[in-house]
């Protein structure tokens, strides 16, 4: 019986200071598998994860690969007994060459050294079965995102691993990359090779996974075949509620008032990406920007919150036109901006939530530049409550929350501000669906109060509930607009292959 | 099972780990005096303690600015330089090179000061504004700053006697507590209240985490970086003064030598990261006075100064092993 399973995690237990973060946990993995981890933000998976590969030590339980008992105190450990890792955000080295990223560590050595003709040939033919062209001895910075996760796939498969751990690969590939990746999932299926697969979008766990287990709050819920298992049941036992009111459409049509916009943008032009964007929000109103990715959307973005000033075209707020020269002068306007990227341009990771949350607001709480600590710990407590923020407290270092947490932590800092305009950028990226769902239901509230949102966002079903408009644009372009009954996936998605035909292609 | 019976019985178990990381450089410090005072012959009189103190004093000044320019993502090479400069400054002026200002202490201090600051603002600016690596921008002030504080009086030393500057330098009160002490704990407890009660503090180490995040946030990190630096050079300005008004000379070759690496040693000792963040005040006014003391040690014990080095390097590698960051 137990030689069916690949991998076996008995009884896994891990206590973190405050938080149960895993509940006596079984978890079970055959060989030649695609297995999904599911569950929300904080249910675990990454923990389990991070026991499994050596990053973290279980404190009690058992880890059974092959038939023999493990446990492993470094990934390097897990990686030499056949579990590779592929996280989220790439973790290779950028200015290092394709071929040295697959090899990293384990160069082939000939008498003088590094044997970088084998090195080469082997990165070459490993990522020509893939189905991958590229040249190896360029730079890794050199190509897109969806190539260096293929490269990172490509490292993984060329350690000879058994198990495959793959924490959210498709997060930033769009549908074309994702079916590259899929192929290749489906190929490693076939030798045998088990895929552990966590993501959050679940489209992709039905096509692709076998099997399904769902976490949550560190317990396991349930491990079930994905054919026996329907969407709303999965989101059901994710956030243990009935979840059918959870995805409905929210908003409605616009019903502000038709007075001046709180922003308009016109003919808005930078050094790369835009070719003169306009667009035009209102009070209140949620406006969506849809587009391939490289289409311009954050870096319109930047213009519009001032962190590009390097730009021709005119902003005006409520009519009057501005310039900004940094971001602090758009918010000291009321305009707030949560970045896509959160680790690199969001969280001050060794910081408490209390002082993330608070960074922007800082002037307004403090008196001679003395911060009125009373006053700061009032507005933290309010928005812990309000957005319901699950940390043991307001001095937790942020790092030690999970994404979804963060991300409202992030949230906080900007509608504490009470700005006249939030722009989100991938708001709901590498966050589960009960997050998801709360951060949506966050939008609406905002915008409830008068306070106008951009939402810029990769995933379409989130642009149609979510917004009263959107403004599709191409090669930093408007190519369309749509809103009320028009705005639907497949308008969306006709607007932005229109005319592309004609072009040969879209370039991304 | 262990933890859960200890706080039934009221208990707290003490978390070694937790407790060393956090006051490791005390223990130390302690443990170092207490191996002195059993050891080092006539370490436990008064004499010995206010030298020790007097000796530190420009360690410290110079490992406070480094804690600030280190907490916020940079580095400070240059503060030995600065040092020597601001020193040779008050010397001019004390000797009367300086016909225009007088030979006024005030004005001497004023004048050395002033320097610091416009060093600073040298080294911030290029920082901040000009994007230029701090290492890179400091190491520019590290190898001119000494060449100018040499050519500023033909590479000699100035001499100078008998005046208030020196007095003050001198002056014990009570006979026995240098009045740099006094000064040295001023700047401390400013240092530490920018750093723990104003939006500095929260800036300065916003900075030093995520550059990117702070600027998004609204923070002027230009003024703020820039700010860091001069508060880093005028440290180093107070310093070269403390050091000539009790030597009663500027020798631009010997102040300041090697003061950028004791004030790093002191910095990292105390349990600040190299990669900027959170600013240990405690910890580097105890890692500069070990540093001191292990000088002070080797001096009296009769051991090759050369020595001293090799105790330091090893204190180094046992406090960064003791606080790096743990792993769950």
């Avoid at chain 2, 020798?251 to 040693?265: R, S, T, Y």
């Amino acid at each position: 019986m137990e030689a069916m399973y690949l991998l076996e995690m008995r009884q896994i237990d891990k206590q973190f200071p405050g938080v149960h973060a895993l509940d006596h946990v079984n978890f079970r993995v055959r060989a030649g598998e695609i297995h999904a981890l599911m569950g929300e933000n904080g249910a675990g998976k990454s923990t389990l994860m991070k026991i499994l590969t050596g990053l973290y030590r279980k404190d009690t339980g058992e880890i059974i690969l092959d038939g023999q008992q493990v446990s492993f105190n470094s990934p390097l450990e897990a990686q030499r007994a056949g579990i590779s890792t592929i996280y989220q955000e790439i973790n290779l080295i950028p200015y290092l060459s394709i071929a040295e990223n697959i090899h990293l560590g384990r160069e082939p050595m000939n008498r003088t050294g590094i044997d970088w003709k084998q090195v080469n040939q082997r990165a070459e033919r490993i990522l020509r079965e893939m189905g991958v062209e590229a040249d190896v001895t360029q730079p890794l910075c050199s190509y897109g995102t969806a190539v260096q996760q293929m490269v990172a796939i490509a490292r993984a498969i060329s350690v000879q691993a058994k198990l495959i751990v793959m924490d959210e690969p498709t997060s930033s590939l769009d549908e074309k990359e994702v079916e590259i990746l899929f192929r290749q999932m489906r190929k490693l299926r076939e030798k045998g090779i088990a895929i552990i697969f966590i993501s959050h979008r679940l489209d992709e766990v039905f096509e692709i996974c076998d099997t399904v287990t769902i976490l949550k709050d560190g317990k396991l819920v349930s491990e079930s075949p994905a054919a026996e298992l329907s969407k709303l049941e999965l989101v059901s036992r994710m956030i243990g509620r009935d979840a059918t009111d959870v995805l409905r459409r929210k908003n409605g049509v616009y019903q502000g008032t038709g007075g001046v916009p709180v922003l308009e943008a016109h003919g808005i032009t930078d050094k790369e990406k835009l070719r003169g964007v306009s667009l035009r929000i209102r009070q209140g109103e949620i406006v969506g920007l849809a587009g391939l990715l490289g289409a311009g959307r954050t870096e319109l973005a930047k213009v519009i919150f001032g962190d590009n000033p390097d730009y021709t075209g005119t902003l005006a707020v409520n009519g009057q036109e501005v310039r900004w020269k940094a971001p602090r002068d758009a918010i000291a306007k009321g305009f707030a901006y949560c970045s896509e990227d959160r680790k690199a341009e969001g969280i001050f990771p060794h910081m408490s939530v209390r002082e993330n949350m608070t960074m922007a607001i800082l002037p307004r709480i403090a008196r001679r530049g003395l911060v009125n600590v009373g006053r700061q710990k009032d507005i933290v407590d309010r928005y812990i409550k309000s957005l319901s923020i699950k940390t043991p407290g307001q001095e937790q270092l942020i790092r030690n929350l999970s994404g979804g947490n963060q991300q409202k932590v992030l949230l906080a800092r900007w509608l504490c501000m009470e700005p006249r305009l939030i722009i989100l950028d991938e708001p709901t990226r590498g966050i589960d669906i009960g997050a998801k769902a709360e951060i949506e239901a966050l939008i609406q509230d905002i915008a409830g109060q008068g306070i106008s949102v951009l939402l810029i966002s990769s995933e379409l079903e989130e642009l149609v509930r979510n917004c009263h408009r959107v403004i599709v644009i191409r090669d930093g372009k408007n190519i369309g607009e749509l809103e009320s009954d028009m705005l639907s996936e497949g308008n969306i998605m006709r607007t932005i292959a229109q005319d592309i035909l004609q072009e040969g292609g879209a370039c991304i | 099972m262990m933890d859960s019976i200890a706080a039934k019985n009221g208990h707290t178990c003490i978390d070694w780990g937790q407790n060393i990381r956090k006051y490791g450089t005390i223990y130390a410090f302690l443990l170092l005096v207490m191996f002195n005072i059993l050891f080092t012959r006539n370490f436990a009189s008064m004499g010995t303690l206010w030298n020790l103190t007097i000796q530190v004093l420009p360690t410290m000044l110079t490992s406070l600015g480094m804690v600030l320019v280190i907490s916020s993502g940079g580095i400070d090479i240059s503060v030995g330089s600065v040092m020597a400069i601001s020193a040779v400054t008050s010397g001019l002026v004390l000797t009367g090179k300086t016909p225009l200002l007088g030979t006024d202490t005030g004005m001497a201090v004023l004048a050395a000061l002033v320097v610091a600051l416009v060093l600073g603002l040298f080294n911030g600016v290029l920082v901040a504004c000009f994007k230029i690596q701090p290492i890179i921008v400091t190491l520019i002030l590290y190898i001119a700053g000494r060449g100018i504080a040499q050519l500023m009086n033909n590479g000699g030393t100035i001499v100078f006697y008998g005046n208030t500057f020196t007095e003050i330098g001198l002056y014990r009160v009570g006979g026995l507590v240098p009045v740099q002490l006094f000064v040295s704990i001023l700047f401390v407890w400013i240092i530490a209240f920018l750093l723990k009660k104003t939006t500095f503090g929260y800036y300065v180490q916003g900075i030093g985490e995520n550059g990117k995040a702070a600027r998004l946030s609204g923070i002027r990190t230009a003024q703020v970086l820039i700010s860091v630096y001069v508060i880093s050079a005028l440290l180093a300005g107070m310093a070269g003064l403390f050091e000539c008004s009790r030597a009663s000379c500027a020798d631009p070759n010997a102040i300041g030598q090697l003061a950028e690496m004791d004030a790093i040693a002191a910095v990292a000792i105390g349990g600040t990261s190299m990669n900027g963040g959170k600013a240990r005040i405690m910890g580097t006014i105890f890692g500069a006075l070990i540093i001191q003391l292990i000088s002070i040690m080797v001096n009296m014990n009769n051991i090759p100064f050369a020595y001293s080095r090799i105790f330091k390097a090893a204190i180094i590698i046992l406090a960064v092993y003791l606080q790096r960051e743990k792993r769950r």
